[in-house]
């Protein structure tokens, strides 16, 4: 069966970091891209961050410079490295794997929360 896994989330204050991971298991297809979205309270869920296959990424407007994104393929397991992080930051974070056949796979979410 297909398990997605995150770590890493917790508790921390204004100015810190957590890095958090997302490793895949049971994917028949190959994977075609990985990325990280996060639902605040009253907001929707929104993306993060993404990597493609090929190592291309994309950030948000209110990561950049503070998130990275990056995979280890042998691990089957994309991480998300949070610098600097703001109380606004604070929210659930979601990791999704995009498979071959059109498949889809969310994480079970981690919570981050980030005091001031």
């Known amino acids: 069966q297909v398990q997605l896994v995150e770590s890493g989330g917790g508790l921390v204050q204004a100015g810190g970091s957590l890095r958090l991971s997302c490793a895949a298991s049971?994917?028949?297809?190959?994977?075609?891209?990985m990325g990280w979205y996060r639902q605040a309270p009253w907001k929707q869920r929104e993306l993060v961050a993404g990597?493609?296959?090929?190592?291309?990424?994309k950030y948000a407007d209110f990561v950049k410079g503070r998130f990275t994104i990056s995979r280890d393929n042998a691990k089957n397991t994309v991480y998300l490295q949070m610098n600097s992080l703001k109380p606004e930051d604070t929210a659930v974070y979601f990791c999704?794997?995009?498979?071959?056949?059109?498949?889809?796979?969310w994480g079970q979410g981690t919570q981050v929360t980030v005091s001031s």
């Open positions: 049971g994917i028949a297809f190959s994977i075609n891209a």
């Open positions: 990597i493609t296959s090929g190592g291309s990424t």
């Open positions: 999704k794997i995009e498979a071959g056949g059109s498949r889809s796979y």
